[in-house]
């Protein structure tokens, strides 16, 4: 039952992985606005991790002016995503296009994070019921019908190591 | 002269740190009390020998001693003295004079103190102190010396060197570059230290981790002698990166303090494991348990703080290309591997002694649910971790450059916080051994109640976004359940003492301070997820060209262009100030000064945003461009953050929460 939750769990993260980008509306006047929606999802091409709404520098004012002409001429948000890209590669973008070598990116933190928790879980399993282990630790575990009174001298240790 | 002195001190001080190594390790292997306490007295000596290079820096940087290139590099004449100083960490090798200083100051202390109950562990804590410390003069020397000054030979060519090359003669330039703008800001002047203090003190639990491992010592002494510095440590890196998101939301001018950059994740990555590590290390306290764990994690924040200096310091982050080319990169690199080897070589040669009885009796035990929080820090770190390193791996395999930017952090991480929030709620109520299901849940059905009621109101009232009700629900249940805790406390207090309810939870604190700052750093953390929740949620922006009275509105907001003026500032800026009225509905609220400062010697422009905080929200207004009055106008962007003041608050009330854990307990401090 608890792996199930894990499972669904580590589903989740994958899923949350692949959850597409919000999509934009379409303004007809191409005002600040309108370019900053798409400038804000753009990094700028020569500044390091600056998105492009943000940049002081020159060079990104203009690329702003560019957008706003490019949603004049009446180009959708992804015709003009995609022209910053294929002009100044894909470093543009805010995060690494979901292609190749790039899946790398979105598939290792998920598939990691499953590791670490099916290693965790798999432990916990063991450890939380001494007894029933296959090959386990190897340790001597006590048999599984004295872990009432097991658990009487646990306390009592406990109960000990507080006096101490 | 100044500079000879300052570099000669900075090689004494060099081979007096390799000294210590030494004779700490020969004094150990030949069991030689007097060899370990010359290594002990050579480490003491380092801080006051680098206090002298570093004040000699400092004053050729105030003296405007253009000649020493660090000088020339940071500092110009118009600066403010004390910009001036504390240019020392605004450039490569002045940082790594500080951080040496600061790294020999904390060995010192910690050579300081009474070492006769673990004398076993002193040489080993000096030997990686040392080696450490090593490291970093060795760079500083061989490397990024902030010392060298300009000669020009005969022909006109200006050479760097520390001590005149024959037939050439001292060049003087007449100013400096000056500091980068973007660091002339007080935040800057703070954030560094703190965020080099936070680095530079974990080093300290990990020299004793190591030292323990050596000395084959399987008990929680190391964790327990450390365990006031791990707080500090801690204290100081998240005080470092709440500075830094400070500042960038007050002088970098996009609305928001934290961007998902890869500097900024450096700072982050070792507050993960060390966050995670002051959870783990209660388990080991209490049960005994997870010894090879808690060692792990403390290699890690030693490793991933070393590797965050790397990250800012080579140059690996503007490209991979960058850092093979920078002579202090593939150092860096060396020096983690080499540590990162040897560290967990040892731990894996100790693994079996620090083998205990692992037993477990419940998943929903404060242990359990402990190591939950673990897997959770560690995800959040994998994400961190894969988001730097991917950039550089696509460069390197496919030349190709991509960004990884906030929409893959806060889709990965989003879920692992809410899930760490949920802990935050549930593991305070349950108990160390044994907790079940039901004992929790009996517990934790109030506080949910509560929190359900006031997930309510707001879905009434404030969103029906659903993140952020479940965002604002999980909130809500942290924050009762740490009140229902402290009440329950305070009340058994009330009846077991006769003490009235007030007095009872002032004494709390003083009973069991790291429990009940740690429930004061829950809470803090809970206001900064709120503000956090806010600004990420709701926050509204709109930009537009205004000509004098004319308007724009926002979020219930209206801003009126009144005036635009130039004069020159301080600290030679060339000043551009809007002023706008304020108004909500037809309530005049006051002015903002939304601002840019120029300056000429960096040919830069700083965007100041003008800001009107409330708890309720933050009127963020930027003046992004601007005609003269008499022309078209000026280009306002304006934010509206809600809720974002609450990360402030919080951030206060978090220092408030560290101090009473840190704090030292009395009886604690006889016994140690």
Not at chain 2, 13 to 42: D, I, N, P, Q
Not at chain 2, 635 to 661: H, R
Request: hydrophobic share 50%; charged share 15%; net charge positive.
């Amino acid at each position: 039952m608890k792996r199930h939750f894990f499972l669904i769990g580590a589903l989740i993260a994958v899923f949350a992985f692949f959850w597409p980008a919000g999509a934009s509306a379409q303004g007809s006047t191409p005002s600040d606005d309108d370019v900053n929606r798409i400038a804000r999802e753009l990094y700028c091409p020569v500044c390091e991790n600056t998105p492009l709404d943000v940049c002081p520098t020159q060079a990104c004012a203009e690329w702003r002016e560019q957008i706003r002409l490019m949603l004049a001429e009446g180009k959708t948000d992804a015709e003009i995503k995609q022209y910053f890209v294929d002009y100044y590669g894909a470093r543009v973008l805010a995060e690494p296009p979901r292609q190749g070598f790039n899946w790398l990116a979105y598939l290792v933190p998920p598939v990691l994070i499953a590791l670490g928790a099916f290693v965790l879980v798999r432990a916990l399993r063991d450890w939380v019921k001494p007894g029933v282990t296959e090959a386990g630790t190897g340790e001597s575990e006590p048999p599984a019908d004295s872990a009432e009174s097991d658990e009487y001298i646990q306390r009592l240790a406990e109960e000990l190591q507080k006096r101490r | 002269m100044l500079a000879e002195l300052g570099f000669g001190v900075l090689v004494l001080t060099f081979f007096l740190t390799l000294y210590s190594f030494t004779a700490a390790l020969y004094g150990e292997w030949k069991r030689s009390e007097a060899v370990v306490e010359s290594a002990r007295r050579a480490m003491l000596l380092t801080w006051p020998l680098l206090t002298l290079s570093a004040l000699a820096l400092i004053y050729l940087l105030v003296n405007n001693a253009y000649q020493v290139s660090f000088v020339y590099e940071v500092t110009s004449r118009s600066m403010p003295a004390y910009l001036k100083a504390t240019a020392l960490w605004g450039g490569q090798a002045g940082s790594l004079v500080f951080w040496a200083w600061l790294m020999s100051a904390f060995t010192s202390l910690v050579a300081l103190r009474k070492w006769e109950r673990d004398r076993e562990l002193l040489p080993w804590v000096l030997v990686v102190a040392a080696f450490t410390l090593a490291f970093f003069l060795s760079l500083i020397v061989f490397f990024e010396n902030p010392f060298l000054r300009y000669w020009q030979t005969a022909g006109g060519n200006v050479l760097r060197a520390v001590f005149q090359p024959a037939n050439t003669l001292p060049f003087i330039p007449s100013d400096g570059r000056g500091l980068n703008p973007l660091l002339r800001h007080p935040g800057m002047v703070i954030h560094p230290p703190m965020l080099y203090l936070g680095f530079v003190s974990f080093v300290i639990p990990y020299a004793f981790a190591m030292a323990a491992l050596i000395t084959n010592r399987s008990d929680d002494r190391w964790i327990r002698l450390t365990r006031r510095w791990t707080l500090w440590a801690w204290l100081f890196l998240s005080l470092g990166l709440v500075l830094g998101g400070r500042w960038a939301y007050d002088v970098l001018g996009w609305g928001g303090y934290w961007a998902w950059d890869p500097v900024e994740i450096a700072a982050f990555m070792p507050w993960l494991t060390g966050t995670a590590f002051l959870h783990s290390v209660m388990i080991q306290e209490k049960r005994g348990m997870f010894k090879q764990w808690n060692m792990l994690l403390i290699i890690l924040t030693y490793a991933l703080v070393i590797f965050g200096t790397f990250l800012t310091r080579s140059g690996v982050l503007s490209s991979v290309h960058a850092f093979a080319q920078s002579a202090i990169g593939p150092m860096f690199f060396g020096f983690i591997a080499l540590t990162s080897f040897f560290s967990v070589g040892l731990l894996i040669y100790r693994w079996g002694s620090l083998k205990a009885d692992v037993e477990i009796k419940s998943l929903f035990s404060r242990e359990a649910l402990f190591l939950f929080n673990n897997l959770l820090f560690m995800s959040v770190l994998v994400v961190c971790f894969w988001g730097v390193l991917f950039p550089l791996l696509s460069e390197l395999f496919t030349n190709q450059k991509v960004t990884v930017g906030p929409p893959f952090y806060e889709r990965a991480t989003a879920p692992l916080f809410a899930a760490l929030m949920l802990l935050m709620g549930a593991a305070p109520l349950s108990a160390w051994g044994t907790a079940s299901a039901r004992t929790i849940g009996r517990a934790l059905w109030k506080p949910a109640l509560a929190a359900l009621f006031v997930t309510a109101v707001l879905f009434f009232t404030y969103t029906r976004h659903p993140i952020a009700l479940i965002g604002f629900f999980l909130i809500a249940l942290v924050l009762f359940v740490t009140f229902y805790e402290f009440w329950r406390a305070a009340r058994a207090r009330t009846k077991a003492h006769a003490e009235n309810i007030l007095l009872a939870f002032w004494n709390l604190f003083g009973r069991n301070r790291r429990r009940y700052g740690g429930y004061v750093i829950h809470i803090s953390m809970m206001l900064m997820a709120v503000g956090i929740l806010g600004i990420e949620l709701f926050q509204r922006e709109t930009q537009g060209t205004l000509a004098l009275q004319q308007s724009l509105v926002l979020g219930g907001y209206r801003l009126e262009y009144r005036d635009i003026a130039r004069f020159p500032g301080p600290d030679s800026r060339e000043v551009t100030r809007a002023v706008v009225d304020v108004y909500q509905g037809e309530r005049y609220l006051g002015q903002l000064y939304p601002r840019i400062d120029y300056y000429p010697e960096a040919q830069q422009n700083m965007t100041i945003p003008g800001q009107r905080p409330t708890l309720r929200d933050d009127l963020y207004v930027l003046l992004v461009d601007w005609k003269p009055a008499s022309s078209s106008g000026a280009t306002f962007k304006v934010y509206v953050n809600p809720l974002v003041n609450w990360l402030w608050l919080g951030s206060l009330i978090f220092l408030a929460g560290i101090l009473i854990a840190a704090w030292p307990e009395r009886e604690r401090s006889a016994e140690q």
